[in-house]
């Protein structure tokens, strides 16, 4: 009982300080663009072939941008990278070799990615991020049998 006493007694002033300074913070620090992915894992079966979702809100041409797509739990993460325009196969990590691609537009800020023939240990946490804008999103993969 007390402590919840003790929220209501908060003034209502600081409260909304504090979300004023989220708000600023989350609109002018990060820059106006989202990037928007799935907050629901995505779910797979071994030898599917499936979309990782990630897409720039509002939309813009990120062609000429760095995209990357990693696994911050492996050596190297990357499981896609492009920069300056290309593909860049040799900083791939050997596991997503010949198994990744972008499925949609990056024209139209969908950075989306195919992912071919689904194993058990592509399971995890993948993110999309754009370096030069420093907005990222995380993609859960769930693989079941
Ligand atoms: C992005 O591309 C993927 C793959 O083509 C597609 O499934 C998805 O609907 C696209 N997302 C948006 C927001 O256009």
Known sequence: MLPMTGLRLQSP?????????????????????QLIGSPQPIVATIGDDIILP??????VDITAKTL????????PRFVYLWRAGQDHVKAKNPAYKGRTLFAGELKHGNISLKLSKVKPSDEGRYRCYIPD???DSFIVLVVGE
């Open 133 to 135: 804008l420093t907005i």
């Open 68 to 75: 990357e797509w990693t696994r911050p739990d492996l050596d």
């Open 13 to 33: 002033l600081r409260t909304i300080s504090v979300l004023l300074v989220h708000f600023l913070l989350a609109h002018f620090c990060r820059g106006q663009s």
């Open 54 to 59: 990630c897409h720039l809100e509002p939309a």
